[in-house]
């Protein structure tokens, strides 16, 4: 079945530093994929969805400059937290829909960020 | 607004018991899927229901997809504490445009205690 890496599961970083976290297509590739933010026991929240080649597009309330979000080629997308501060700490999974499907949406298996 | 609202939102029962998880909206959806996520791992797809009046069923559970595409019910008989997990609805809007994004409800979050 389709698989999505998603890398690193965990990280742990300084206030005011940089984090990016990968998430990569193994199997199929994706044109569309999606970037989630989750608090502890919630459900996901979107934050923005990236096309391969294009500007991602950011739901309402995130900002853009803080959530740089790049996908550069059809297997692979990277989310940076800039300037992380520690109500960035979060979890953050990506989930790809397969080029050419309607339902084929697969999951990372997420990012635990935390922000000291 | 919550496009979908899923309730309830905490469910704890002894194994053994049945439930029964609703998602609503008044928006009509062209598909609506159901996850399972565990602590720490991401969402894991259970069903994708298309129809309207669609079921489908999956060992203990049963997904239904309303007649007007716009609810769905997931029932879990004889619950098991491996059942336990937070389960997620999420649906496309009719209207939701080339991107395909998913809309999610809140999640329900379900201890099946032994």
């Known amino acids: 079945g389709a698989v999505v890496s998603q890398h690193p599961s965990r990280v742990i970083c300084k206030s005011g530093t940089s984090v990016k976290i990968e998430c990569r297509s193994l199997?199929?590739?994706?044109?569309?994929m999606f970037w989630y933010r989750q608090f502890p026991k919630k459900s996901l929240m979107l934050m923005a969805t990236?096309?391969?080649?294009?500007?991602?597009?950011?739901e309402q309330g995130v900002e853009k400059d803080k959530f740089l979000i790049n996908h550069a080629s059809l297997t692979l997308s990277t989310l940076t937290v800039t300037s992380a501060h520690p109500e960035d700490s979060s979890f953050y999974i990506c989930?790809?829909?397969?080029?050419?499907?309607?339902?084929?949406?697969?999951f990372g298996s997420g990012t635990r960020l935390t922000v000291v | 607004t919550q496009l979908l609202e899923q309730s309830p939102q905490f469910l704890s029962i002894q194994e053994g018991e049945n439930l029964t998880v609703y998602c609503n909206s008044s928006?009509?959806?062209?598909?609506l899927q159901w996850y399972r996520q565990e602590p720490g791992e991401g969402p894991v797809l259970l069903v994708t229901?298309?129809?309207?009046?669609e079921v489908k069923k999956l060992k203990r559970l049963t997904f239904q997809f309303g007649d007007a595409r716009k609810d769905s019910s997931l029932h879990i008989t004889a619950a098991q504490p491996g059942d336990t997990g937070l389960y997620l609805c999420?649906?496309?809007?009719?209207?939701?445009?080339?991107?395909?994004?998913?809309?999610f409800g809140k999640g329900t979050l379900l201890t099946v205690n032994p």
């Open positions: 989930s790809a829909r397969a080029t050419g499907t309607v339902y084929g949406y697969t």
């Open positions: 199997d199929f590739q994706a044109t569309t």
């Open positions: 990236s096309n391969e080649g294009s500007k991602a597009t950011y």
């Open positions: 928006s009509v959806f062209s598909s």
């Open positions: 229901v298309v129809t309207g009046g």
């Open positions: 999420a649906g496309r809007r009719e209207s939701g445009g080339s991107n395909y994004k998913l809309t």
